[in-house]
Structure formats: C-alpha cells, structure tokens
T-cell receptor, first 115, second 115 residues
Framework: EAGVVQSPRYKIIEKKQPVAFWCNPI?????LYWYLQNLGQGPELLIR????????DSQLPKDRFSAERLKGVDSTLKIQPAELGDSAVYLC?????????????FGPGTRLTVT | AQKITQTQPGMFVQEKEAVTLDCTYD???????LFWYKQPSSGEMIFLIY??????QNATEGRYSLNFQKARKSANLVISASQLGDSAMYFC????????????FGSGTQLTVLP
C-alpha cells in the first residue's frame, strides 16, 4: 500500500514569490491534515479536511496561506507571498474517518527555504 | 488546552541497551490518546505506539513499550535493545477523543545510538 505522497520534497524560493505544495493521501483516507514543522520543534496543525470540507483551519494564516482539496482526495497548500519566516517543513498526513484520528500517517514533507 | 512536554532535547544510548524517553502531558479532559512518533533524518513521521487514557495495560509494539502513569500524567517511551537505526528524533503527541482530531506534539528528543 502506497503511503502519503508529497511533492516537491525540497523547494527554494525568494521572498515574495508564491509556492505550492501537493499531497496525495493514502487511498481511502478521507481525513487530510497539513502541518507546519519549524526546525527543532514538533509539527503544528495548519488545517484539517474531512473530504472536501476544511473543518479546522483556525491555525492557518489566511492572509497569505490557502489550501484546497477538490474532490476530497489530493490537496494543495499555497503560500503567496512567501516570507523568510515561512522556511520550514510542511507535512501532510491522512487518517481514516471513524478512526477518531488515532493513527495519522505522515508523508515525507516538503522542506521550504525562503531566501 | 492540552500540552505535551519533553524535557530531554538529546539522549545517547549504547547499542543493545534500553533507553527511556520522557513525556509528560497536561489535559483536563478524561478521554485522550497518547502517541509516539519517530522522525529520522529523511523527515517522515513514523507512528510507533499508541496508548488510550482508559487502557488498563501499557501498550507494547515489538521493542517499543509505553510506560503510562496516569496519575503522574506521564507517557514515557521505552526502547529495548537499541539499534543503530533507532537514531532519530522522537516525538510524543496527544489527541483529545472526540475533539477536532488535532494532534498536539512535544518538542521532541534527539536519540543517538552509539556503536
């Protein structure tokens, strides 16, 4: 069974440029999460989807961050414009509905460097 | 609000010996789940073990066991017979049952296994 797929694995951009990350969850998982992980810290939730619906986006900085999950499968997280402080690892995870989120499976992450 | 504390930024252990990674948590909710994840240098978060707040017995998964002391609000991870491949960052995390399925992570412990 394929795991959570994320691309790109690494991205280097200049500040004020836009950037997008893509995530494909495990087949059959209709709950999808985007996390931000700063260096030396644990991941922090940005947004959670149940199918196509964003049910928890309270931690998403909506002035520059946006996300979508069309058709309730893969998802895209966008930053526009990027700032130096956005340099971090962006992790995507998925879990089965009805599992109460007890086991979230993570992708390898996208390491963003903003210069 | 829930909080996870990992007080050991770094730990060293000799190969084949056991090691305990500390985790304490804080929540007023009686129903919750506790997790340990491993994050190697490749970046992917790997699920190791889960303990529910109402579980009577400590969770075990192969060489991993969770020393759950509810009254002390601690959930320490014990790795027996350490292997070189165990060298990684280890995160303790908590989820409140029936909540927004948001995993709250600690700051992590960097474990290095010495040959």
């Amino acid at each position: 069974e394929a795991g959570v797929v994320q691309s790109p694995r690494y991205k280097i951009i200049e500040k004020k440029q836009p950037v997008a990350f893509w995530c494909n969850p495990i087949s059959g998982h209709n709950t999808l999460y985007w996390y931000l992980q700063n260096l030396g810290q644990g991941p922090e939730l940005l947004i959670r989807y149940e199918n196509e619906e964003a049910v928890d986006d309270s931690q998403l900085p909506k002035d520059r961050f946006s996300a979508e999950r069309l058709k309730g499968v893969d998802s895209t997280l966008k930053i526009q414009p990027a700032e130096l402080g956005d340099s971090a690892v962006y992790l995507c995870a998925s879990s089965l509905a009805g599992s109460d989120g007890y086991e979230q499976y993570f992708g390898p992450g996208t390491r963003l460097t903003v210069t | 609000a829930q909080k996870i504390t990992q007080t050991q930024p770094g730990m060293f252990v000799q190969e084949k010996e056991a090691v305990t990674l500390d985790c304490t948590y804080d929540t007023s909710d009686p129903s919750y789940g506790l997790f340990w994840y491993k994050q190697p240098s490749s970046g992917e978060m790997i699920f190791l073990i889960y303990q529910g707040s109402y579980d009577q017995q400590n969770a075990t998964e192969g060489r991993y066991s969770l020393n759950f002391q509810k009254a002390r609000k601690s959930a320490n991870l014990v790795i027996s017979a350490s292997q070189l491949g165990d060298s990684a960052m280890y995160f303790c995390a908590m989820i409140l049952s029936g909540s927004a399925r948001q995993l709250t992570f600690g700051s992590g412990t960097q474990l290095t296994v010495l040959p």
